[in-house]
């Protein structure tokens, strides 16, 4: 028993009510609504709080209330925790002598007074109540009518005690690891040891995009117990969803600068009450929604503004917020603010992100000049860093992605200013644009490679400028499944669909998440698209997990109708089952992270791909200088690593279907070498006539084979030599006793 007799707590208690997100200095119970439970209810709330604390066994009530309940009233109180009754007891405050409620009487009650609560009422309270986060308590009171004991009346609050899973020292520790770790796949990549890097790479975007996908379960709109509510609210940091006060006046100002209305529910709240619905709160919103609906009929604009964008208001005046309302009131972000600030975010996050990457080449310049260290480290980053900078660029655009698809389709439904919804449509057509057109370079450039050298790892792996520029989107995944990004990207836009435009029906989102999770889970079981065993298996428990949950949100959604106990241990199951899940993977993230920097060669504690990509996917330094004459040609040809100069911001000339590419693979040009013998030659032209050649010279690694172009080649971008025309190489070249390790990788010696 959690409360006994309580005749003092009891009034208390059943104006008790939930914010969680505070820390308490002391042990308290507190409430900051009041919600009604039945429809036509005659006793609401427009403002209410309540806190009682044990030290002094106090409780502090501020209460604006309207009643229409006149006679003599009976309160029945029922009190259940995570679902589970355990009081149900009868008040008459007739015979304690409360005054103003015997007999109670039609109008405004406001109150704001100490009540105190005796100790033999207060002891019967576990002291677990006041320390598990996010408790999950409710207290219910029906008003019946002494004489025909008709229930004229029907109130409830949710009981907090101050603690919450929701702390901002776990969001930085989770932002910084998954930062750090993304920072050191590109360091170890950079050192040339690119088997590693892939892989941290691999786990580091896969961590992240399963704290999108938490931070996705509280977006819904469906009822979601304190404790998820608060653990979503941990990830939604990767949703850019980040409140900074000075940030959120300028977006304010922008948006009636812009011809919208900003919502005030923030600067109403000691006037009003802001309700948080949850699992118990089924009725309220349809009610609220009602009412709003027929007061539209009086006030048009101003109704149909606030209906529109979700600020839900009751009959007795405050309101609900839920789904994606619902994280912007716990992240203190006004709900037509919360748009510009994930759109804010990811900009800043790109712009940041391209002034460390100019910093650290103008540091490593600094650091060779001034030999603080050797020229070769960072070569290839240093003589190639805008191509790599591409690179980066893209890949923050794929992390990005679902935050800005889920804000920017969502803004589409709250219209919050006109120049808002012309960014919306900017940021979520061009970031869709470009990572489609992406994907489709990505696929053209692996067929190619297939068609030239039946493996499409060649020309995705081989060329360092593919590599860098697109590798974003395949390295993740066995070359034979480089297509993978593309059915990626397509549950990503799905989802945020559900998300943004059903949040008026939380059971059509816990369906569609359902369908949606079972199909990833059972793509990544069947196809296991992923570099290797241990990638496979790490993003499918990630899919896995992911379904579970989807099953718990059609479980929150009622569909089942099962009582509220199911709700309630599922809601601490889904909180323990996802939290325990994610300290592994980041234990796993961290541990394999910081073994490759302690290791001699990083490379080596991770097996080769069964695509035979590290063949192909040598480091620049490891390739250039292999011989003398490896040296001597990039001198002579001035040369810088394979990277051609300057930005190049039209990829036409890269196209691997453009008349450049079929000039340079077109066999009718070529002529045979005097040397060559004639016989064996014209063999193999005539048996390789109908097939695609391939652009990349093998016998001269990184080097074209005729003396026109004046940079390293690209198997879809520079000109080459075909394989039948390696005889043409420079002399000596070709009778080396050791090949180069592209040579040997690809199959040539």
């Known amino acids: 028993m959690w409360f006994s007799t309580l005749r003092s707590i009891l009034l208390v208690s059943w104006l008790s009510a939930l914010m969680p997100g505070a820390f308490a200095a002391e042990p308290m119970l507190v409430s900051n609504s009041l919600n009604t439970c039945q429809e036509d209810s005659l006793f609401t709330a427009s403002l209410f709080k309540v806190v009682y604390t044990p030290n002094n066994n106090t409780a502090f009530l501020n209460i604006v209330a309207t009643s229409s309940v006149e006679g003599s009233v009976v ?83 949710d009981i907090s005690n101050g603690k919450t899973v929701d702390l901002i020292a776990v969001k930085w520790v989770l932002a910084i690891i998954a930062g750090l770790i993304l920072c050191s796949s590109a360091i170890i990549n950079g050192l040339g040891h690119s088997n590693a890097a892939a892989h941290i790479a691999s786990g580091a975007l896969s961590l992240f995009g399963f704290f999108q996908a938490q931070a996705m379960l509280g977006l819904t709109a469906i009822h979601l117990p304190p404790v998820v509510q608060s653990w979503t609210q941990d990830f939604q ?7 900074v006060d000075f940030m959120q006046d300028i977006f304010t100002w922008y948006q009636r600068a812009t011809g919208g209305t900003p919502s005030t529910i ?95 080449k103008g540091l490593c310049e600094l650091a ?36 800005m698809a889920i804000l920017c389709l969502w803004e589409f439904t709250q219209v919050d200013s006109p120049a808002e919804v012309v960014l919306a449509v900017f940021f979520i057509v061009g970031m869709s644009a470009t990572l489609g057109w992406a994907a489709s370079k990505v696929i053209r450039i692996a067929r190619r490679s297939v068609a030239m050298h039946r493996n499409p790892a060649y020309i995705l792996f081989s060329d360092p400028q ?61 196809l296991r698209p992923w570099m290797d065993k241990s990638t496979n298996s790490f993003n499918i428990a990630i899919c896995a997990v992911n379904f ?68 192909f996917m040598k ?57 060559a013998p004639s016989g064996g030659y014209a063999r193999s032209n005539h048996s390789n006539a109908n097939r695609p050649h391939s652009p990349i010279d093998p016998s001269v690694p990184l080097f074209p084979a005729n003396g026109g172009q004046q940079r390293a080649p690209s198997p879809y971008t520079d000109s080459g030599s075909l394989r039948g025309q390696s005889s043409g190489s420079p002399p000596g070249y070709g009778a080396q006793a050791n090949p180069s390790p592209w040579q040997r990788g690809a199959g040539y010696d």
Not at 597 to 602: A, E, G, I
């Open 75 to 157: 309160f029945d109180i029922a009190i259940s925790a995570y679902g589970y009754k355990i009081i149900q007891t009868t008040i008459d405050p007739c015979k304690i002598g409360l005054a103003g409620l015997c007999p109670m009487t039609a109008g405004k009650i406001p109150l704001k007074f100490n009540l105190p609560v005796g100790d033999d009422a207060a002891s019967q309270i576990p002291g677990i109540a006041y320390n598990f986060p996010d408790l999950d308590a409710t207290v219910r009171v029906f008003l019946n009518m002494t004489e025909t004991g008709k229930s004229v009346a029907c109130v409830e609050a």
């Open 237 to 243: 940091w990767a949703m850019g969803i980040i409140n």
């Open 266 to 360: 923030f600067d109403s709240l000691t006037t009003v009450s802001v309700q948080v619905e949850k699992r118990a709160l089924a009725v309220a919103p349809e009610a609220a929604v009602n009412f709003y609906r027929r007061s539209a009929a009086i006030l048009p604009r101003a109704a149909g503004s606030l209906l529109k964008r979700a600020n839900v208001m009751t009959g007795s005046g405050s309101y609900i917020v839920y789904g994606i309302q619902r994280v912007a009131f716990r992240a203190g972000i006004e709900t037509t603010n919360l748009f510009m600030t994930g759109l804010v975010f990811f900009c800043l996050f790109v712009v940041v992100t391209i002034g460390a990457v100019a910093a650290f």
């Open 368 to 403: 060779v000049k001034q030999k603080w260290m050797k020229g070769d480290t960072f070569l290839e980053f240093r003589n190639g860093w805008l191509t790599v900078l591409k690179g980066i660029l893209f890949r923050l655009t794929l992390i990005g992605y679902p935050q």
């Open 466 to 526: 593919a590599l860098n520029k697109w590798g974003f989107l395949y390295v993740q995944f066995r070359a034979s499944a480089y297509y993978f990004i593309i059915p990626v990207l397509g549950y990503t836009l799905i989802k945020a669909m559900f998300i943004a435009f059903a949040q008026g029906s939380g059971t059509a989102q816990a369906i569609g998440f359902l369908l949606i999770e079972a199909g990833a889970l059972i793509g990544a079981s069947v």
């Open 548 to 615: 579970i949950n989807a099953i718990f949100l059609l479980i929150f959604s009622d569909v089942f109708n099962q009582p509220p106990l199911v709700n309630g241990v599922i809601g601490l199951i889904l909180f323990f089952l996802n939290a325990i899940f994610a300290t592994i993977l980041l234990i796993m993230v961290i541990v394999s992270t910081t073994l490759v920097f302690y290791r001699k060669n990083p490379d080596g504690r991770y097996q080769f791909m069964a695509d035979d990509r590290a063949s």
């Open 619 to 675: 480091s620049q330094s490891q390739l250039t200088g292999t011989t003398e004459l490896d040296a001597l040609a990039a001198t002579a040809r001035g040369d810088k690593a394979g990277y051609k100069h300057g930005l190049d911001l039209d990829d036409d000339n890269e196209s691997i279907s453009s008349a450049d590419m079929r000039r340079r693979t077109d066999t009718s040009n070529l002529t045979i070498p005097a040397a």
